[in-house]
């Protein structure tokens, strides 16, 4: 299993970036995925899940309104369209498959990517 995330950056507060993770290794389009972050000192803590079958994400509530989870089934990749960017957004930022179905826990997920930098600032 190989997860490779890339599109983060610096954007300034109210700015957009758009994350992608490509999957291989597995049959992508059978598992749940999520987006995870974790800032420095902090726990790292699930942001956004998305079903296999794209149906009924789920997000934690700073980040609902802002962030959009989507995958495309086709090219095994997964995104996170992040609006309205704040300096809390700031973050290391990993994609992760689940055991299976979504769920929050970290628990849950079996594999990780390497993470990608977000850091918002004026």
């Known amino acids: 299993v190989h997860l490779v995330e890339s599109g983060g950056g610096s954007a300034q507060p109210g700015g957009s970036l758009r994350l992608s993770c490509v999957a291989s290794?597995?049959?992508?389009?059978?598992?749940?995925m999520a987006w995870f972050r974790q800032a420095p000192g902090k726990e790292r803590e699930f942001v956004a899940g998305?079903?296999?079958?794209?149906?009924?994400?789920d997000y934690i509530d700073s980040v609902k309104g802002r962030f959009t989870i989507s995958r495309d089934n086709a090219k095994n990749t997964l995104y996170l369209q992040m609006n309205n960017l704040k300096p809390e957004d700031t973050a290391l930022y990993y994609c992760?498959?689940?055991?299976?179905?979504?769920?929050?826990?970290?628990?849950?997920?079996?594999?990780w990517g390497q993470g990608t930098q977000v850091t918002v600032s004026s």
């Open positions: 992760a498959k689940s055991k299976g179905f979504m769920a929050t826990p970290r628990a849950e997920y079996d594999y």
């Open positions: 290794g597995f049959s992508f389009s059978t598992y749940a």
């Open positions: 998305i079903r296999w079958s794209a149906g009924n994400p």
